[in-house]
């Protein structure tokens, strides 16, 4: 015991790293849980997260493993987390607008995408201020660029959620996915480039779960027409990316996976805009592809194709 006594108080970083430390220990714990004895524990779990992050000048690692421990909670725990809201909100926001640790940025709009699997349509009280907020991190030219793939993507996954609700924020969602669509970057910049097909991928899983989100079985609900007059500019988004002979495996799956949407969705009203040799030359290639998931999907997608064109 005289060895411990001499190393307290612990110095202020080393304080961090053992908080940091029982985030990991914790996240670990709860992987290995079954959800209904999570739910036992997750109100003093729980309550441990929200007093690391509430500690004043509290390092930005600390932040984010407990936004990450968090996150674990979150998908183990469900549409229970719920009961939390109220008290995690406040972080929520403050961790969102935190553009200069973008790292503690980061962590929050991957909490944003999990709250939107977890809550489903339920996520609607909130959407407003977190829409709000994940625009304004878009719109900060000092927010580091890694951060913003995720956001747009996040757009996908607040679209799936809410569904055709989801109509009301379209006009600026579209905006923002377009200017981004129009980036130009050096291809011999080798970091930038890479960033450039994390963000392609990122604008093509917003728009995925915008198709499958404005959907709805009930003709009165359905909003697809609101996204009819964009439908060219991402095809155009679509030859793009199959010209490109740079492009990732992911971002080849991703774009298979948005024209199956669109086709399968739209019908044969689509079918002036997606008859091109970019679209089938896409399809080829991910048909040919190694990866099993890319190869799946492509396939699907031109399946869909070959119904539309059988019309």
Known sequence: ????????????????????????????????MQPGDALQISDTVMSAFLMMMSANNQSSAVQEDALMAITTLLEITGCHFAKYMDSFWPYLLASLQNHAEYSVCGAAV????????????????????????????????????SIKPSILSTFGDIAMAIGPAFVKYLP????????????NVDKNDY????????????????????VQGL??????QNQLEALRPHLQII???????????????????????????????????????????GISNLLAQGRRSRSVKTKHTATWASKE????NAL
């Not at 600026?172 to 980036?183: M, T, Y």
């Open 235 to 277: 095809v155009q988004l679509l030859m793009g990316v199959s010209e490109d002979k740079d492009k990732t495996e992911s971002l080849t799956t991703a774009a298979c996976g948005l024209l199956g949407d669109i086709v399968s969705t739209y019908g044969s009203s689509v079918k002036h805009l997606v008859q091109f040799d």
């Open 191 to 210: 970091e930038m480039w890479d960033y450039f097909n994390e963000l392609r991928e990122g604008i093509i899983e917003a728009y995925c779960g915008i």
């Open 1 to 32: 015991s005289s060895g411990i006594n001499a190393e307290w108080p612990l110095r202020p970083g080393q304080f961090n790293d053992l908080q940091s430390l029982l985030c990991a220990t914790l996240q670990a714990v709860l992987r290995r």
């Open 110 to 145: 991957g909490v944003v995408g999990d709250m939107c699997r977890a809550f489903g349509n339920e996520i609607g009280s909130f959407t407003d201020k977190l829409m709000e907020l994940l625009v304004a991190a878009l719109s900060n030219a000092n927010l580091h660029q």
């Open 172 to 183: 600026v969602v579209v905006h923002i996915l377009q200017q981004a669509s129009s980036a």
């Open 215 to 220: 959907k709805h079985d009930d003709p009165a």
């Open 305 to 308: 194709m070959k119904k539309i």
